[in-house]
């Protein structure tokens, strides 16, 4: 299985800050037909996830611009930029070029 | 607007069975495959398999290969998970998710005797 390390496990930010989540892949993530299939999850406490990102960096609908996603092959980072209240949960990547699916351990976006 | 919508948390003792329903509407059924995810108190998303919603094949990761079962009523649009002689770890949020674009609300499973 490809495993999908997360780091930091949590991030303690500030109203207004920028953060950076890493997320790298035990095998390349370039499919068969060259796309990369590296999404991006949000999941605020007590509800279920939420796609921001796919395919590395195409922010879903209604996704504001203040996340973007960047990275190739096996190396990948969130950044979300002036955080908002609302940004606060748990971050996961997720691949999906391979089976089983397999996600990152999440990293915990709190108010500091 | 797409929509997965689960059935309600179940409680159930060790060695019983479950079925928990996900109903789709909004899009076309069969155009995307359904994918199950599991999710024990507090821990992270770990992925179960997806069934083919064309075809009713389901594919099953590793871990799910004994008494947890995919299906499918394609003509009302739902897909089910039954989980079989339940155990305490069955014990989590079990969701349903579409493409991971699109997920149910989840439905909490309670093993205890």
């Known amino acids: 299985d490809v495993v999908m390390t997360q780091t930091p496990p949590s991030l303690s930010v500030a109203i207004g800050q920028s953060v950076s989540i890493s997320c790298k892949s035990s095998?390349?993530?370039?499919?068969?037909?060259?796309?990369?299939?590296l999404h991006w999850l949000l999941q605020s406490s007590g509800r279920s996830p939420k796609r921001l990102i796919y395919?590395?960096?195409n922010l879903d609908s209604g996704v504001p611009d203040r996340f973007s996603g960047t990275g190739s092959q096996k190396d990948f980072t969130l950044k979300i930029s002036r955080v908002e209240a609302k940004d606060l949960g748990v971050y996961y990547c997720a691949q999906t070029t391979h089976f089983p699916r397999t996600f990152g351990g999440g990293t915990k976006l709190e108010l500091k | 607007q797409i929509q997965l919508v689960q059935s309600g948390p179940e409680l159930k003792k060790p060695g019983e069975s479950l079925k928990i329903s996900c109903k789709a509407s909004g899009y076309t059924f069969t155009d995307y495959a359904m994918q199950w995810v599991k999710q024990a108190p507090g821990k992270g998303l770990h992925y179960m398999g997806w069934i083919n919603t064309q075809t009713g094949k389901p594919t099953y990761a590793d871990d799910f290969k004994e008494r947890f079962v995919f299906s499918l009523e394609a003509s009302a649009t739902t897909a089910y998970l039954q989980i079989n002689n339940l155990k305490n770890e069955d014990t989590a949020t079990y969701f349903c998710a579409s493409r991971f674009a699109y997920w149910g609300q989840g439905t909490l499973v309670t093993v205890s005797s």
């Open positions: 095998q390349s993530l370039v499919y068969s037909d060259g796309k990369t299939y």
């Open positions: 395919q590395v960096s």
